[in-house]
């Protein structure tokens, strides 16, 4: 095969193929990065659908059960649902992804339970075989209506139970329809893949809207490094001059201050929240993205379509977002993929020292902070698995930037 012909079928699979197609075969190629972009998709769809997909559904994953309290991964426990005595407001889908659906029913965790007339008697769960059992007793009807709290109507005649409902109606049926009905909808076996943190609430859903909220800090926090780092890069490398040395001055001061000092400083001044963190991590990350965006303009700014598109007249914001922008976006992307790794790390010390997202609202760094105490006893794994959740997370995004990195660094020798 001749020279010509091999520099033709090159130039044909340049010309049939995008470089963005091109880079994302290179990093399909890259098994860490590829593996690690699958574990980051997956935490995404995780934190989207949130309550939809959690064990415990109630906001904020926090239906505690103090009796359940540290219990092993694996644990599994009977427990009867007793209607709670109040009008519980309905949610639709949306609602209960974003926000969870309160409970309709309190949970309590029995040992065994029996039938006695229109009553069911349960023995309440304890942690320890020497402790005194506690037994508790429910009207049938209680349990399965919500009701009001005046005992004095329920009547049982001939084996039927009148009562009057939450509308004042009067309302009737029989005892063993009604224990019937609990046996099937209220007697439930209840399992905690992960076990219970020491409020007794599920391990596993405290974990999986904790993911809500490390990519949520991430996302936002890098999309307003990204504004304010390219538009103040862009202003210093594009205009030079007066302009750049104030822009060089700013960066270099901003960039002098500890990082995480800054962040408590500015987590102070806005109040602790959920939506502070974002603002907070974000006004400290983009030093970064406007050096980098600062260096590469200045390198494009005298290349000939720059040039070019001066002398056809186009304005400076023009050349800047239509013209210059693109080249570095690959550089731009790369820095924000580590930028995130950075912004789940600092929101997840925030929340340990207590200046982060504020209970009840589950946060991977609150879960250590609430737990640490345990890593030298038997339940290590309280702090341990929130802790391997970050690591996990944190090295994925590093992963995918380094592929990324190596995938946006097209060289036409490998085409």
Not at 107 to 120: E, K
Not at 335 to 362: D, H, R, W, Y
Request: net charge positive.
């Amino acid at each position: 095969m001749n020279f010509t012909k091999v520099f033709f079928i090159k130039s044909k699979y340049v010309s049939s193929s995008s470089l963005s197609a091109l880079a994302w075969k290179k990093f399909r190629k890259d098994k860490p990065g590829f593996v690690s972009l699958i574990f980051i998709c997956i935490a995404a769809i995780t934190a989207m659908l949130g309550y939809l997909i959690t064990p415990d559904p109630t906001p904020f994953a926090n239906d505690q059960c103090i009796e359940l309290g540290t219990q092993k991964p694996g644990f599994t426990i009977t427990m009867l649902l007793v209607k709670k005595n109040q009008e519980v407001s309905r949610s639709n889908l949306i609602r209960t992804m974003i926000w969870g659906k309160p409970g309709d029913y309190k949970a309590i965790p029995v040992n065994q339970y029996h039938f006695d007339g229109p009553y069911i008697v349960v023995e309440g769960y304890t942690n320890h075989s020497n402790s005194p059992k506690v037994t508790s007793s429910f009207n049938l009807v209680d349990v399965v209506y919500s009701l009001s709290n005046d005992t004095n109507q329920r009547k049982v005649i001939n084996g039927i139970l009148l009562f009057i409902d939450h509308k004042g109606q009067l309302q009737y049926e029989s005892i063993p329809a009604l224990r019937q009905r609990i046996l099937k909808n209220n007697i439930i076996k209840r399992t905690y893949l992960l076990g219970t943190d020491r409020f007794g609430r599920d391990l596993l859903s405290q974990l999986m809207i904790g993911t809500r909220v490390s990519l949520s800090v991430g996302l936002i926090s890098v999309f307003i490094s990204l504004l304010i780092g390219i538009f103040i890069g862009a202003l210093g490398g594009f205009f030079r001059g007066w302009i750049d040395t104030i822009v060089v001055w700013f960066i270099n001061v901003v960039w002098s201050i500890p990082t995480l000092l800054l962040v408590i400083a500015i987590t102070f001044a806005l109040g602790k929240g959920f939506w502070q963190v974002f603002v907070a991590v974000g006004l400290t990350m983009w030093v970064e993205v406007a050096r980098v965006v600062r260096g590469q303009i200045l390198i494009i700014r005298e290349k000939e379509f720059v040039e070019a598109g001066r002398a056809l007249g186009y304005s400076n914001i023009r050349i800047i977002f239509n013209h210059i922008l693109p080249n570095i976006m690959g550089i731009v992307i790369v820095i924000s993929a580590a930028n995130f790794a950075s912004a789940i790390l600092m929101e997840a010390g925030l929340s340990f020292l207590g200046i982060g997202v504020q209970p009840p609202m589950p946060s991977w760094g609150s879960m250590i902070k609430e737990n640490y105490g345990y890593i030298i006893l038997d339940s290590a794994y309280l702090a341990i698995l929130p802790g391997i959740a970050i690591m996990l997370l944190v090295l994925a995004f590093m992963l995918m930037g380094n592929a990324l990195r190596d995938a946006l660094d097209v060289k036409t020798s490998e085409f």
